[in-house]
Every structure is written in C-alpha cells, then in structure tokens.
T-cell receptor
Framework: GAVVSQHPSRVICKSGTSVKIECRSL??????MFWYRQFPKQSLMLMATSNEGSKATYEQGVEKDKFLINHASLTLSTLTVTSAHPEDSSFYIC??????????????FGPGTRLLVL | KNQVEQSPQSLIILEGKNCTLQCNYTVSPFSNLRWYKQDTGRGPVSLTIMTFSENTKSNGRYTATLDADTKQSSLHITASQLSDSASYICVVSANSNYQLIWGAGTKLIIKP
C-alpha cells in the first residue's frame, strides 16, 4: 500500500516551453501533497505544499507564477513548470500525506521526474 | 535555527563490511526522526522512524539509534550489500507545524 506515482519519469524540453508533471496517490486519498526539487548532490528542497481544493502554499523563494500547482482531486496533484529555462533542470519529487498520519509527518514519495531543459 | 547535519558526506566500503552514518540535529520542539534511503534517480524510501522516547529501531540490516539528550542519531548497516549503495538522509520532524527538516544526506558506495 501507500504507492505514489509520477509521470513522466523524465522529460526533455526546449527553453521557453511549459512542462506538466503529474503526481498520483494510487491506493489512498491524499488531502495534502508536497512538491520537492533536488539538485545534484543536494538533498530535497520543499517547493510547495498542495492542499486539495485550495491554493498551494509556496516556500520562500519559489515563484508561484512559474511553478503552477493544481490539486484538483484527492489522488492527483500537478506541477507545471511554465516557460522553462535551463536553470529549471532538476529532479522533481512529489509526496503525499495519508489521512490520519499528519501528526507524525509521514509522507510517501513518488519516484521523481527528471527534467532537462535545453 | 532548525538544522540537520549529517556525516560523513560520502563513504566507500567493501561489500560485507559494516558502517555507521551520523546525524546531528538542532530542531525544537522535536517530534520524530526518520532515516530515508534514496537510490539514484528515485524518490526516498523510509527505513526507520523514532520518537523522543525510542532509543533504537531496527529494520533488517539497518539499525537506527537516537539520543534525544545530545540530539544525535546514527544509522548502522551490517553486512553491507551492493544494493545498499544509495544516499541516506536523516529527516527530523518539528512538532510545532510538522515541518520536515532535511539533512544533506550521506552518499554510500559499496564496492565488491
């Protein structure tokens, strides 16, 4: 149980285009999902917290107009990188919090999406 | 400031050997501490979780310890296998808002 999937697993795009990444909780409903970014040899950095049916909460320094997050259902959150540039190239990981386990910080992580912007 | 520091930054050992990874934290109020294993190009997978009152927790060949007084934790891997090659990340949860504070990780390489 507690499986989180991401699609696509890797994407290559041209500078200036937009890229959408999907995060799905496959066997549980997640009212809260998280989006992280990880640069080479660094740990995960939280970008935003996505709550179903409401606006996402972005961490300091993360541009909300550049990284659009939509959490339209209890099993799906999407991250759209708009007008992507080479510096947006990174490993994007989502996680989902199962209901009832918010108190101990439990999150289940997706396999990640490798984005390369040329 | 809430911080999690891990050492060493990287470690290379021979297959079959044991190793210990360290984690020091300054997080208050403390809720729990997790060790994650992250294979290259994959998302993190939880190995252990310990609350304030727990001193040790095992998961197969992985044994985590926690000293809440000194705010230190360790992850001991016994009889290492090639598949143990990965980054091991210490993550502390702050009780105030369930925020996760991430360490930078230790990159472990197991050589045959």
């Amino acid at each position: 149980g507690a499986v989180v999937s991401q699609h696509p697993s890797r994407v290559i795009c041209k500078s200036g285009t937009s890229v959408k990444i999907e995060c799905r909780s496959l066997d549980f409903q997640a009212t809260t999902m998280f989006w992280y970014r990880q640069f080479p040899k660094q740990s995960l950095m939280l970008m935003a917290t996505s709550n179903e049916g409401s606006k996402a909460t972005y961490e300091q320094g993360v541009e909300k107009d550049k990284f659009l997050i939509n959490h339209a259902s209890l099993t799906l959150s999407t991250l759209t990188v708009t007008s992507a540039h080479p510096e947006d190239s990174s490993f994007y990981i989502c996680s989902a919090r199962p209901p009832g386990l918010a108190g101990d910080g439990t999150q289940y992580f997706g396999p990640g999406t490798r984005l390369l912007v040329l | 400031k809430n911080q999690v520091e891990q050492s060493p930054q990287s470690l290379i050992i021979l297959e079959g050997k044991n190793c210990t990874l360290q984690c020091n934290y300054t997080v208050s109020p403390f809720s729990n501490l997790r060790w994650y294993k992250q294979d290259t190009g994959r998302g993190p997978v939880s190995l252990t979780i310990m609350t304030f009152s727990e001193n040790t927790k095992s998961n197969g060949r992985y044994t985590a310890t926690l000293d809440a007084d000194t705010k230190q934790s360790s992850l001991h891997i016994t009889a290492s296998q090639l598949s143990d090659s990965a980054s091991y990340i210490c993550v502390v949860s702050a009780n105030s808002n369930y925020q996760l504070i991430w360490g930078a990780g230790t990159k472990l390489i197991i050589k045959p």
